[in-house]
């Protein structure tokens, strides 16, 4: 069973006199930031010029280069998104890795791939929130917080630990309860859930039932309610209390359609072809394929993304969000 560790397990007077320098002030960083610093830590950012440097400024942090935040801190806690990772720690954070340093992120990709080589003399440790940015710090705001993960990668001082589990106490994770990881469990599962299950597996089931009913001439804004609209209602359910919870509130129609269909939609050549995705994964042969496709200016990503903008069950969408307006 993999160790769950709460508000006891955890110390924030760890980072006593100590400075985390978060470097990228996007909506994990912030989110981040802005806890960590209701808690009592010293925080600074890194950050380059841009917007988000100005909104640091305006929500009253001190902010600086990457590289003077990487120079001043004892955790630099690198929030960028992940093609960054490699290029940024190269140019403005390795120099000022020494000894008795923390190395930290909330997601392995960079550290697993070796896109990032920390030297052994420093702490390397992920602090991960299971949660978007908006509701972490909704749940931290409410007096309370959302899942989290922690590990360590190299324990060079001996309280790397320690030091993970105070910036998870000083987010609210660990009064949800924080899971205790590696850094493989961590990028593997995550990378697995984004592509087969929650983004991949699910915009692609959402979009495929969408065009069977408008191909078979039912209205778009109908099709668009039932596969796209009543999933939020139906994953809030599950959220909530599970599956079980899920069908005892739906009809007994609904029910019986889940068992009766579901299995002929979903079949076991489905989960085999999840299987290679997961081997991909492990391999790193999808980290390499993203990394170059990011190196050349990430054209088929943005591609995708304009085609995505274009397709019938986003215009539909944009239609029908635009009726709940006032």
């Known amino acids: 069973m993999i160790k769950i560790l709460h508000d006891k397990d955890a110390d924030v007077a760890i980072l006593k006199g100590k400075t985390v320098a978060v470097v990228g002030y996007g909506s994990q960083g912030s989110a981040q930031a802005l806890c960590m610093r209701d808690s009592g830590v010293n925080v600074i950012i890194g950050s380059i010029k841009d917007p988000s440097y100005d909104k640091a400024v305006s929500d009253g942090f001190e902010v600086m280069s990457i590289s003077d935040a990487a120079a001043k801190a004892d955790v630099v806690h690198i929030l960028l998104p992940d093609e960054f990772h490699g290029p940024v720690y190269e140019k403005d954070i390795k120099h000022h890795m020494k000894g008795g340093k923390a190395l930290s992120c909330s997601h392995g990709f960079n550290i697993v791939y070796k896109q990032i080589l920390p030297p052994d003399d420093v702490d390397v440790i992920m602090v991960a929130p299971k949660s978007p940015a908006t509701e972490e710090r909704k749940a931290y705001l409410a007096g309370f917080g959302v899942p989290g993960l922690v590990a360590v990668r190299n324990n060079a001082s001996g309280r790397a630990l320690e030091i993970a589990l105070a910036m998870a106490k000083s987010m609210g994770f660990t009064r949800a309860g924080c899971l205790e990881c590696t850094f493989e469990q961590e990028t593997y599962e995550d990378l697995f859930g984004e592509q087969n299950v929650l983004c991949g597996g699910c915009v692609d089931l959402m979009k495929a039932g969408f065009e069977v009913l408008v191909e078979a001439g039912y209205p778009p804004e109908m099709a668009y309610f039932e596969c796209v609209h009543e999933l939020k209602l139906i994953v809030d359910l599950i959220y909530e ?15 019986w359609g889940e068992y009766y269909n579901g299995p002929k939609i979903i079949t076991p050549d489905v989960k085999e072809r999840m299987k290679e995705s997961l081997k991909l994964i492990e391999n790193g042969q999808f980290a390499k394929e993203w990394l170059a496709e990011s190196k050349n200016g990430a054209p088929n ?5 304009e085609e995505l903008g274009k397709h019938p069950v986003e215009v539909t969408g944009k239609r029908i969000r635009e009726m709940f307006e006032r």
């Open 241 to 255: 209390g599970g599956i079980q919870n899920m069908n005892a509130v739906i009809s007994n129609t609904a029910e």
């Open 301 to 305: 990503l943005l591609k995708r993304r």
